[in-house]
């Protein structure tokens, strides 16, 4: 399962790596509810996870690693293992400063669609409309304009990078960075496939700048890390308390020490430092309901356009969203993404429908941070899910509901209702769902929820009852209406 969920994230993983071990640093805590501090099963599960989690360190010889959960609107664990520096023995902590890499993409997606909201823009605009000197060799002479949604999912065909830079660690400048691109042939056409693009979300930030009027660092630090309080993040500056960056682990054991790269150009796709606890705060924002406003930085309704499935991977187990890598595992939706620079990999995971996200940011090149994200999540996030979810309503059971069981007849054939052990369920009695019925959720005053595993019918709506005369006459599913045949 782990290895699943590590090659399901993409991570962009450049570079090299170093040796040694130490205990984890103090627990961060946040004002957590006292039930959830207290709870006996996240206490298990994160002594279970930091007993996994030194082991790795110890044996994989990782220079150190920062973990986080977080629920809702509070950081409820925060750790750190190992070190920032190995040599001058200084203990990762929760507010150890990053590199970012390519979280920077969500920053750049939430600019747009900020300026969406606007009405400065429409996300099936065409780039070229904001940027006159985009130019590129395209896959097919007759494509469609690439727009500023194809830029933000992935699925413009452009080429992944234009120049070295992964190589040399020379990024290139805005200037350059045109002027490289003008000679690059984009593989696909839009739309074809889902298509990883660092090139892709540079032009992105460079589209912020062009409708904005600020260079791409100002505007998020004045519309995203301003009103999320994340006062320990920045874009592309060699800031104090940085961890030191490592690269892969060499056959003797040791690692490299690796340099500061400036992203320059580029810093819309990778250039952005962190914090755990800063970029908790942004994974904060994604559970938040509401119009935009202070630290709401977009609205439910954005939110949920960046969460969405708006590109498929060709093997349909993965896809994109605005921004968002989207994946499916085990029936559960997970949003993230994932990142990696010379010296530095690290990966958010975020459970929407429990509003758990687990954040883990590492300062070397080697330390696969999409598996520790999914054993933390499994562990740590899934006992915080468990202790932080909320008790549904439940309507009593009447017996008196056994007398809506029976067939019921409409044009388009019958429709059985079966009476079970204190529920009822739909079947067709001619179909072959009888080990996945359909459930009628009391939902009081002898009303039901239509609650079905596809969404074909009517799911959601209302199921009622009409009796006459004592009897059972008539089943309305939404606005439709099945007669009782007689017993």
Known sequence: MSSRIAKLYTTTLFVISAVTFAAPSALLRAQARPNLADDPDVQAAERLFSAWMEGQIRWRGLPGV?????????????????????????PMTPATKFRMASHSKLFTATAIMQLREQGTLRLDDPVSDYLPGFAFKRASPDDPPITIEHLLTHSSGLPREAGSHWTDYEFPTREELMELMSDRQAPFSPEVRWKYSNLAYSIAGMVVESVSGQNWADYVQQNIFGPLGMSSSSVDRDVPGLAVGYGIRMPDGSRAVMPFVDARGMGAATGITSTLEDMAKFVSAQFRMGPRGGDRILSTASLREMHRVRMLENHWRSGQGIGFSVNRIDDKLYVGHGGGYPGYTTMTMIQLDSKVGVIVLTNTNDSDPGDIAGQLMRTVGEAVAKATAAKPTVVAWDPAWARFAGIYHGRWGETQVVLMNERLVIINPAGSDVDDPIELEPIGGGEFRYVAPSGGGVVGEVVRFVEEGGRVVRMITGDSYVERVPD
């Open 66 to 90: 920062v973990v986080g959960v977080v629920a809702d609107q509070e950081l409820v664990w925060a750790t750190g293992f190992g070190y920032a520096d190995v040599e001058a023995k200084v």
